[in-house]
């Protein structure tokens, strides 16, 4: 499934977005809508604004808080890996809503898939694609024309604690 089409980084995508044609933050779209669209510098200094900018739109859309959490650190794992081995001069960070889940993509400029390995008890590194394993609902990577893009997905609609 791809859902940029054309040359990164100013190429669109087909949804339209969660803001237009009346939707609201408790309506279930049967269609994916865009909540986030951020093109950064590849830069590590641009992680914690992906983090930070993503929480405060989950929080917007009144997001379960244990999965604005987790949206927080997974975005900050994949982002972070884009900006170490994206090979590019900018990371795009695409958040969808998808009914009660939210789509979390990093776009880079490498054509290189993420390859998981088994990190040594002191590496420094190397645990990212299994902490989103773990703690996604579901996650993969795919080929786009420009590069590639990682994503995961949390159920974050509706809040538990309204219930």
């Not at 590069?147 to 604690?161: H, I, N, Q, S």
């Amino acid at each position: 499934m791809t859902y940029f089409e054309g040359s990164f980084p100013g190429s669109g995508h087909p949804y339209s977005s969660c803001a237009g044609d009346g939707y609201q933050a408790t309506s279930r779209q049967p269609e994916p809508c865009v909540l986030l669209d951020l093109l950064l510098p590849d830069d590590a200094r641009s992680a914690g604004l992906a983090r930070r900018t993503l929480t405060s739109v989950l929080r917007l859309w009144d997001a379960h808080d244990e999965a604005t959490e987790r949206g927080e650190l997974l975005t900050s794992e994949v982002f972070t890996n884009a900006t170490k081995y994206g090979g590019g001069e900018s990371v795009r960070l695409v958040a969808l809503r998808k009914g009660e889940l939210a789509r979390i993509e990093v776009h880079d400029l490498s054509h290189r898939l993420p390859e998981p390995r088994r990190a040594g008890d002191y590496d420094e590194s190397g645990r990212g694609c299994f902490l989103v394993e773990a703690l996604a609902a579901s996650n993969g990577a795919y080929e786009t024309p420009s590069g590639k893009a990682v994503w995961f997905e949390l159920p974050v609609w509706p809040r538990l604690d309204h219930h």
